[in-house]
C-alpha cells in the first residue's frame, strides 16, 4: 500500500533551508547512517520522487558540486512553470498540473512503493491541502536559525508513531491526522 | 550551580503559540506528568523565573480562566516598557533593564537553583545574544501551525543531551554552543 511521506531534515524552529536556500547547517552534524530513520532504508521503500522547482534546483547544484550524479533512480516530478532541463539518464518529468493527478500518476509509476515528497514546505502544503500526505518523517538537527524555508506551512495534526535519537539528531515519524479522522 | 534554562512547548514547525496567542493545540495534547521531562520535576529545580510581558499576561488570563492563582512560588521577573499589576501574594518584579543585569539578579536570588525562561522567543534571543542562554528543553506536540509566534529567533548552535518520548511529545534537552567554545 503506498503511502505518501514527506521525509525531511529541520532546524529545531521549524526551518528546512535557510534564508539563502544552504543546508550547510545541517550537512556539518554528526549523523548515524545505518541508526534510526536512516536515509537508505528510507529511499529503498520509495518508488517514486516528487518535489519542487527549488528543490530541484538545490540538488542539481549540490549533487554537481559534489560530482554525484542524479540521486534517485525512481521516476521523478518536479513542479514548476518553468522551463527547465533533466540530467542526462535520469527520469525526472516536469510538471505543472494539480498535485491530485500528479499523484496518482506517480502512484501508478511506484507499484505498491512509497511516494517521497523532499520539499519544499509549500509543495508539501498542497498534498496536505488535497488530503494526500500521510506520513511526515522529520530529523531535527541541533540548530536554530530563526529565518528561512518553512517546514510545513499549514494547521495541521499529526499523531506520533515512534520517536528515537540517531547520533545528533532528534529523529520522529508522524502520520498526519485528516480532518474528520 | 544555576543553569539558565529555556524550558518550552512548540509545534513541529517551530511555534511556541498560534497567531491569536492561543495554546488551544497544546492543551489537547496527551501528556503524562510523571513522563520524561515533566513539568513538575523541572520545576522544583527552580530558583527564578524570568519572562516576557505578552507571556506574562497569557499566564495571568489563562490562571484567572481555570480559577487558580499565579503558579510560580519563586521570585518572577516580567520584562516590560508598560505598567503593570503584579498578583495578589505573588512575589512578580517588572523590570525594562538590560537582561545581563535581570540574570545577576535572579542568579542571586535563585540560591544555587537554575533560572527558568517561560518566554517568548525574542526574550529568549536577547539572553541568547548576551551569552546567558546555558539549556533548551523542548516538548515538540504533534502539530504544524504554518504561522504563530516563533520559538527563538536567532541563529544559534546546540548539542543534543538527550531525547524521550512522553505520551504524544517528544522530548529533547540541548546545550548552547557558545561561540568560540
Same mark, same amino acid.
Given at each position: 500500500m503506498t503511502r505518501t511521506v514527506y521525509y525531511v531534515a529541520c532546524t529545531l524552529d521549524g526551518f528546512i533551508a535557510d534564508e539563502h536556500h544552504s543546508l550547510d547547517w545541517l550537512l556539518?552534524?554528526? +549523523?548515524?547512517?545505518?541508526? =534510526?530513520?536512516?536515509?537508505? %532504508?528510507? +529511499?529503498?521503500g520509495v518508488g517514486a520522487v516528487?518535489?519542487?522547482?527549488?528543490?530541484?534546483?538545490? *540538488?542539481l547544484k549540490h549533487q554537481a558540486g559534489s560530482g554525484e550524479g542524479w540521486p534517485y533512480t525512481q521516476p521523478s516530478w518536479v513542479f514548476t512553470h518553468r522551463d527547465l532541463a533533466a540530467p542526462a539518464g535520469a527520469d525526472v518529468r516536469f510538471t505543472s498540473a494539480p498535485v491530485t493527478a500528479v499523484h496518482a500518476e506517480a502512484v501508478e509509476a511506484a507499484k505498491g512503493k512509497n511516494l517521497f515528497l523532499v520539499g519544499g514546505g509549500d509543495l508539501i502544503g498542497q498534498f496536505a491541502d488535497a488530503g494526500l500526505l500521510d506520513e !511526515?518523517? !522529520?530529523?531535527? #538537527? =541541533? *540548530?536554530? $536559525?530563526? %529565518?528561512? %524555508? =518553512? $517546514? $510545513?506551512p499549514r494547521r495541521l495534526d499529526l499523531r506520533l508513531r515512534e520517536t528515537a535519537r540517531n547520533a545528533a539528531f532528534v529523529t520522529a515519524t508522524y502520520? !498526519? !491526522?485528516? #480532518?474528520? %479522522?
Open positions: 556539518k552534524q554528526d +549523523i548515524d547512517q545505518h541508526g =534510526p530513520m536512516n536515509y537508505d %532504508a528510507f +529511499i529503498d516528487l518535489m519542487g522547482a527549488t528543490t530541484y534546483e538545490w *540538488v !511526515v518523517m !522529520v530529523s531535527y #538537527a =541541533p *540548530v536554530t $536559525l530563526g %529565518a528561512g %524555508a =518553512p $517546514l $510545513l502520520d !498526519v !491526522v485528516r #480532518a474528520g %479522522a
